[in-house]
């Protein structure tokens, strides 16, 4: 259970905190709705306090975690067989999941994609989405201002990418 005050993120919209609780009467029955303030927006959202789960709503991660989050974003790349437009499907669908480290996963795959072959428009868009949400709860679990946030995590990204482009030209050597 959330109260006032937690750090949680929203899948679809980021990190945030839970700034109220409050009862409500919506369509005739009364249900105690929690209002987050996303960080990365300043928008608020209301979510069923019942109903947490269903939406996906989890903690911020912890700085202990973030380790695992920074090393699953130097893994290697999942192949999606098919189209620009199957992938951009299963990108979605995993950013979705509010999973932590599916989120990782879109971005090191499409940030890999972009370095060897180049996005779609939508999935240059995504991609610059789940950075802005993964940053936002890299605010918290760094306890950084958002630019800052932001900024930690493009130095990590360009210096995977260096990482990367350093590996496969020796290889090709």
């Known amino acids: 259970m959330y109260e006032v ?66 090393a699953a974003l130097r893994g290697e790349d999942e192949i999606i067989a098919g189209n620009w437009n199957r992938r951009f499907k299963h990108n979605r669908d995993r950013m979705r999941t509010g999973d932590v480290m599916e989120l990782v996963g879109v971005i090191r795959n499409l940030m890999i994609r972009s370095l060897e072959k180049g996005l779609s428009s939508g999935e240059r868009q995504m991609l610059a989405r789940a950075k802005r949400i993964l940053a936002s709860e890299i605010q918290y679990a760094k306890d950084l201002d958002e630019a800052d946030a932001q900024a930690y995590l493009d130095e990590l990204l360009e210096e995977i990418a260096l990482e990367r482009e350093t590996a496969a030209s020796r290889a090709t050597q």
């Open 5 to 70: 005050g937690d750090k949680v993120v929203y899948p679809q919209h980021g990190a945030g905190v839970v700034i109220s609780r409050e009862t409500k009467t919506v369509l005739g029955t009364e249900r105690d709705y929690l209002t987050i303030r996303i960080i990365a927006s300043a928008m608020t959202v209301m979510v069923p306090a019942d109903a947490t789960e269903a939406a996906g709503l989890r903690p911020v991660i912890t700085g202990d975690d973030l380790d695992a989050v920074l």
